[in-house]
């Protein structure tokens, strides 16, 4: 074959070839053009939610199927809202409030604002069925900033707050059981040591062997229930021999002071923490409409009921001078009711059950920033994961090292009241962000619909909560909170969004994973 009979052949199959593909162009576009008229015919039926770049399938909820029955949604509320707060805020709350009668009723409030979240939160999950909570709803209702503003204080400054409690709460308990009057026995400094030193550990075995965790969940739970048992029935039968001198007492000598009951307020929050887990289940349920409402109320008054009962059962037994110190009250019930055998058996099973609240915690707050950077929120070495252990090892160790810092520097009621007083804000935009789905898309797809009150009173005592600690004293901290939220702003702009264009960030991105990677033997 000549030269130029060659170039004809290429040429031939150069053409052929574009006309191929250009047919596949115009078959393309057609395609295109159909799928358009389609989706154009589907949003006419259903109203979609508006838009976002987190690239979810909104309708995901389709996939899942519904085998969560009533009693097994109940289990799954019950367990992840009992926790140890009943066991370390009693006496914050009861000094707040200063009467015994007015303690258990600041209890039964608490279990109320509970209820009416839990199914605020129903309604969102079910519209909203996608993970990540509050983050997920603030960004489909309002946007990315405001979403991004929940996960940078909640989540990447303050994350560990909330769990720090838990930690200092087993070093009180575990004093307790060889010392009478620990307070003034145990010096900051050994007290100090223990927590680090059983925080270290908690941490190894978080980054080492988290299975251990989840195979040790049923122990921890089971421990936690029957300390309350044990402390409801040893109460009541002190009640009936006749000791009526404590819990006779009443609402005499109620305070009014409105900061000491937003700290109060906060302190129950903090004990009732886990009701809006509820949302994370919505999707799976058999017939929501009927059976959410019969879970989150049932769930959460069992949760009410067990609390009331302790707290009354502490306040039969425990005098109103020794339940407003910073006393291991459980181990103090145990001592006045079935002396010291009683002491040990609380004391143990509460320093059990604060070990695995803590492990628990820890192991979902930090998968809580590894999933943040996953989502281009934070800077990307805090999605590495280790190739031994299979753990997002950064993200760990920056958890535990905020951690550490509020260990050292915090103390228990002001740590609690601190991590209710800046979650939960953000909790009532969710509720306000509800209301504004129902007037601004009526008509989207509701599995599960909350009663109108649920929102507004959630909203008007989420106000409440966040009013008060700007009358006391301590009011600049509260503004410090407020500043640490605004700071997130040009922190969004800036950094994530990258609205100046600097490539350096890139770089410095791309570097800091590179040498954490290698570090830590990563990828």
Not at 20 to 33: A, C, P, T, V, Y
Not at 345 to 367: D, N, P
Not at 422 to 438: D, E, H, N, T
Request: aromatic content about 12%; charged content about 15%; overall charge negative.
């Amino acid at each position: 074959m000549t030269e130029e009979e060659e170039r004809n052949t290429m040429l031939s199959q150069t053409d052929t070839q574009e006309i191929i593909l250009s047919k596949q162009r115009l078959g393309g576009k057609e395609n295109i053009e159909e799928n358009e008229e389609e989706s154009g015919k589907e949003e006419e039926k259903v109203e979609m939610l508006p838009e976002t770049d987190d690239n979810c399938v909104l309708d995901c909820r389709d996939k899942l199927k519904r085998n969560i029955s009533i009693l097994h949604g109940i289990a799954l509320v019950v367990g992840t809202v009992i926790g140890t707060g009943i066991f370390i805020t009693p006496n914050s709350i009861t000094r707040r409030v200063n009467a015994p009668a007015t303690s258990i009723m600041v209890w039964f409030a608490g279990g109320c604002v509970a209820a009416t979240g839990g199914l605020v939160f129903s309604e969102l999950g079910a519209m909203i069925p996608l993970s990540g909570a509050e983050v997920a709803y603030l960004r489909k209702i309002y946007g990315p900033l405001p979403a991004f503003l929940s996960f940078w204080l909640t989540r990447f400054l303050l994350g560990s707050m909330s769990n720090a409690p838990v930690v200092m709460g087993f070093a009180r308990y575990f004093w307790s059981l060889f010392y009478d009057n620990p307070q003034e026995e145990v010096s900051w400094w050994m007290d100090k040591a223990l927590v680090m030193v059983v925080f270290f550990i908690l941490v190894a075995i978080v980054l080492c062997r988290p299975t251990l965790i989840l195979n040790c969940i049923v122990f921890f739970t089971t421990a936690k229930v029957l300390a309350l048992i044990v402390i409801i029935v040893a109460g009541f039968v002190y009640l009936a021999k006749g000791h009526t001198e404590n819990i006779s007492r009443g609402f005499h000598g109620t305070n009014t002071d409105p900061e000491q009951w937003g700290d109060a307020w906060n302190a129950v929050i903090y004990s009732y923490g886990g009701w809006n887990q509820v949302c994370s289940m919505t999707s799976e349920v058999k017939n929501p409409q009927r059976n959410i409402p019969i879970i989150v109320v049932s769930s959460v008054a069992i949760v009410t009921f067990l609390y009331l009962l302790t707290i009354t059962s502490f306040h039969i037994v425990v005098p109103l001078e020794v339940m407003v110190l910073n006393t291991a009250v459980a181990s103090e019930f145990g001592l006045r009711t079935m002396g010291e055998a009683g002491k040990v058996v609380l004391a143990v099973g509460v320093v059990i059950s604060t070990l695995g609240c803590a492990q628990c915690a820890f192991l979902t707050e930090a998968r809580c920033i590894h999933a943040g950077a996953a989502e281009g929120l934070i800077p990307s070495c805090f999605g590495l994961v280790s190739k031994r252990f299979k753990t997002p090892i950064v993200s760990i160790l920056y958890f535990a090292a905020i951690e550490t810092i509020f260990l050292l520097i915090g103390g228990i009621d002001f740590l609690i009241s601190s991590s209710s007083f800046i979650q939960f804000p953000f909790s009532v935009a969710c509720s306000a962000g509800l209301i504004l789905m129902r007037i601004t898309h009526p008509n989207i797809d509701r599995p599960y619909k909350a009663p109108l009150i649920c929102p507004i009173l959630f909203i008007i005592f989420g106000l409440f909560v966040f009013i008060m600690p700007f009358l006391g004293e301590d009011w600049m901290i509260s503004v410090i909170w407020v500043v640490l939220v605004l700071l997130g702003v040009p922190v969004f702009y800036l950094l994530v969004e990258n609205v100046c264009k600097w490539e350096f960030l890139k770089r410095w991105d791309g570097k800091a994973r590179d040498a954490l990677a290698k570090l830590f033997n990563s990828d």
